[in-house]
């Protein structure tokens, strides 16, 4: 069992900056394929960024490639989503998920599930 847990949330104008982390429970972090997903309200959830074991792959939706970075610490067991440039559309609940894998990127190959951190911006 792995359990994660998301912070770094909050309310931010439009143009600002967030980072968020979550914090991963177990010894085996580097071995988890880690990704950041999104759900707004009336929408499917959505794959955002995702990074492998190692950190040298990532994935990033188009939506966010340039202004949003995926990176993670396995010393800490930790994985970090910066988010730059953020407008009313990046607007959602955020959820970090790990998968048992050397690479995913869809939400419905992940195995484990944060509960999720709050993101709003005004604009």
């Known amino acids: 069992q792995v359990q994660l847990v998301e912070s770094g949330g909050g309310l931010v104008q439009a143009g600002g900056s967030l980072r968020l982390s979550c914090a991963a429970s177990?010894?085996?972090?580097?071995?988890?394929?880690m990704g950041w997903f999104r759900q707004a309200p009336g929408k499917e959830r959505e794959s955002v960024a995702s990074i492998s074991g190692s950190g040298r792959r990532t994935y990033y939706a188009d939506s966010v490639k340039g202004r949003l970075t995926i990176s993670r610490d396995n010393a800490k067991n930790t994985v970090y989503l910066q988010m730059n440039s953020l407008g009313p559309e990046d607007t959602a609940v955020y959820y970090c998920?790990?998968?048992?894998?050397?690479?995913?990127?869809?939400?419905?190959?992940?195995?484990?599930w944060g509960q999720g951190t709050q993101v709003t911006v005004s604009s």
């Open positions: 998920a790990a998968a048992i894998a050397l690479w995913r990127t869809r939400p419905q190959d992940y195995d484990y």
């Open positions: 177990g010894r085996t972090f580097s071995s988890y394929v």
